[in-house]
């Protein structure tokens, strides 16, 4: 946790002069992705780190908002929101870990594992999450890059409150990444529903245009001026 928190630190000054993100020391970008819910986020490595380990930082209209520590599994290994303080750490070993290699082999994967809720890097109370991700067999091309379409339910429950939380929706996967990418998601929580589109629009890598950009284009104004979904036939 004591390297999340000080990555946090180092993501919350990172914003350059020139209107870009940079990495923490001894870290390496290696992709941008801008989306439709008014949010670009950056993926990148860092040395020292088992292989396949990666970190993603979210970036609203008003600088940093979120951190996340992922390994080659895309297992939930730690996260904070950078301006909360609230945050989460994985509860290993888990019952039923989460695992991209068996959702890409067997198009399912089920899963089952608890995390600790911290707040300022202190753990506050625990959650049971469960659920499963499965390719429904839909491929898509957005902005050239072919990604396959999921079916998802997750289900959060805290030990102090006892009240799940339901999402369902598609999501995308990029076997050439390894990464899951949000798309268009319902939560229901306490009686009322939500809907979101967090859909990626444009995937940018090092040397293009836009790399670590640290202004989001799409969705700050309501306006939905985004690149096509291109249906691929299975």
């Known amino acids: 946790m004591k390297i999340l928190v000080s990555l946090a630190i180092a ?83 888990e019952p039923d870990a989460n695992s991209i290699t068996d959702l890409l082999t067997t198009g399912r994967d089920d899963f089952e594992f608890a995390q600790n809720i911290l707040q300022d890097g202190n753990g506050i109370d625990q959650e049971q999450v469960v659920g499963y991700d499965k390719l429904n067999g839909a491929k898509v091309k957005i902005d050239g890059e072919i990604l396959l379409v999921t079916e998802f339910v997750i289900e959060t429950r805290s030990n102090s409150s006892g009240r799940p939380v339901r999402t369902t929706g598609n999501q995308y996967v990029s076997e050439r990444f390894r990464l899951f990418f949000q798309g268009r998601e319902t939560e229901t929580s306490g009686g009322e529903t939500f809907h979101y589109d967090n ?32 249906n691929i036939p299975g």
């Open 11 to 93: 993501a919350l000054g990172s914003v350059a002069t020139a209107g870009t993100i940079s990495p923490p020391a001894g870290c390496s970008a290696y992709l941008t992705v801008q989306m439709k819910s008014c949010e670009v986020s950056h993926y990148w490595t860092c040395q020292d780190e088992p292989e396949g380990q990666h970190w993603i930082m979210s970036v609203d209209a008003d600088g940093p908002v979120y951190l996340q520590h992922l390994d080659n599994e895309f297992r939930w290994l730690d996260s904070v929101g950078l301006r909360s303080g609230y945050g989460h750490s994985l509860i290993t070993p």
């Open 199 to 230: 859909s990626p629009v444009l995937f940018i890598e090092p040397g293009q245009a836009g790399f670590l950009s640290d202004k989001p284009e799409y969705g700050c104004n309501q306006m939905m001026s985004h690149l096509p979904d291109v």
